[in-house]
């Protein structure tokens, strides 16, 4: 499954202080020959005294909602200044049902639609933190409350030697690094999203594990296909899936989205039949990546095509005269046809 981890880099994490307050320049002494005011003839030839600073201004008022934590934020004004103007961002449940509605003229009106899904925070990445904030994300349900601090990933990625910058080209180190710092199961995927692995992930994300993935990135954050120039990672922790007919009991239609059908919670379900490659049905994964704060609804088969043409290390990328970690035989080698899905310790699944 997963090969023996390489030797780690002997090169330090670079720490991060904050920044320094500026110091307090005393007032310079008088000179010695400076007038002497208690013997001068008039006090109307002084200068006025001057006025006492004005009160410190109040606090701001309470805030609604706060937005998602933003790793970096006190470095980025662009990020700073579009969180200040947007509104408060909504929870998960809420922000999947904007997406459904935002989509609802790509689902086909002869199929019924059945949506399992687990909340997930966001996080937004600071540099090519791509892998480890999806790592985060998932962590967030594999070692619940909170998970782990991103800090620690990075710390521990870099430790081990899986990575310099935040990167991370290897879908196996990824799955070392998930397994001690998470204590959670990794299971890698060799060999793409479809085939006999179709069924896996469907039924992984079903049981409402996280599925890691690397694909390449379009401008609006979608997968496409770039030869790995674009590599990126996101997070999959549901699935959207087109059926033919819907098992009962067990699931409830959504008041607002006729066709759509939800798990009961606490109530035990049958499963539909899982759409193949060769069917009339559809799937939609349900995912996370490091550049936005919201859900994104992708095709799994674009995905499935993206995931498998990860071939060339980025020419942008070899020429900014930053060291990466690369695996011997490169991206192709280390993502290519690869993901990871990942569960709790003591899951039987």
Known sequence: MISPCTPPLDTPTPLRTPASQAPIIPPPPLPPHFPNLASAPSPSSLQSPIPPPPPLPPPPPARG???PHVFGLEKSHLLKE??????PVSRSREDVKRLLKLHKDRFRSDLRWILFGADLPSLIQEGPQCGLVALWMAGTLL???SGIPLERLMQMAVERG??????MFSVANMGRLAQEALGCQAELLCGGLGGPNRERVLQHLVAGHPLLVPYDEDFNHEPC???GHKAHWAVSTGVLLGVQSVPSPGYAEDPELPGLFHPVPSTACQLPPLPDQDSSGAVYLLSKQGKSWHYQLWDYDQVQDSNLQ???FSPSRAMDGREYVVPAGGVQAGLCGQALLLRPQDSSY
Not at 82 to 87: G, I
Not at 162 to 167: A, H, K, L, P, R
Request: net charge neutral.
């Open 162 to 167: 899986y990575s310099i910058q935040g990167e």
């Open 310 to 312: 990860l071939t060339d």
């Open 65 to 67: 909602a706060a937005p």
């Open 225 to 227: 296909q770039k030869k």
């Open 82 to 87: 579009a969180l200040e103007k947007a509104s």
């Open 143 to 145: 070692a619940p409350p």
